[in-house]
């Protein structure tokens, strides 16, 4: 994320969402969703993607590929 949003890593906190920090928006979600694609070669679907719109969602979408 940090990368992406091009921030500190301090700069995100467990209660990041979209929006706040300022960064995420629409086109960055994009970028994040790809980008993680890539690093843990998993595929989401659009509901996913949807869902994660917090911190705390794209660690669950996250953790539910790289669990199954």
Not at 35 to 40: M, S
Not at 55 to 63: C, H, K, P, R
Request: proline share 4%.
């Amino acid at each position: 994320m940090t990368d992406i949003f091009q921030l500190d890593p301090r700069a995100i906190s467990d209660s990041a969402e979209m929006g706040a920090p300022e960064q995420w928006d629409s086109g960055n979600h994009v970028r994040l969703v790809l980008a993680l694609e890539e690093e843990f070669d998993v595929s989401f679907e659009i509901p996913e993607i949807e869902a994660m719109t917090s911190f705390q969602g794209v660690l669950s979408a996250l953790e539910s590929k790289l669990s199954s």
